[in-house]
């Protein structure tokens, strides 16, 4: 499912407030690293990354490893955070899913 520009907004606002959960360092991304955000993002359905300078790849390549390698979308990317967003498979983690839908 491709967002909307509406839900992207919605995401947005939403994502606001989070601290980052994951922090992509010189070791760069790894499939290991992408299972941890896969059970991550299942739970809260929204996170936020950060970025360490000293990380070996930039935020283009790692928005292209995630989406590529998950159905993880990149709503936003500002400076060296990334703020991504899947849909929960668990109904009782839809909460904000289930806002997004509203607005398509």
């Known amino acids: 499912m491709t967002l909307r520009g509406k839900q992207k907004r919605y995401l947005r606002s939403q994502a606001h407030h989070l601290r980052p959960l994951f922090q992509v360092g010189k070791e760069g991304v790894s499939i290991s690293w992408l299972n941890q955000i896969r059970e991550a993002i299942e739970k809260r359905e929204l996170i936020k990354i950060n970025m360490l300078q000293n990380a070996s790849v930039d935020t283009n390549e790692v928005r292209v490893f995630i989406e590529s390698n998950s159905s993880i979308q990149v709503v936003q990317v500002i400076g060296h955070t990334l703020v ?3 849909a929960a498979t668990d109904v009782e983690n839809r909460d904000i899913s289930d806002k ?4 398509a």
């Open 84 to 86: 991504l967003y899947q």
């Open 100 to 103: 997004v839908n509203l607005l």
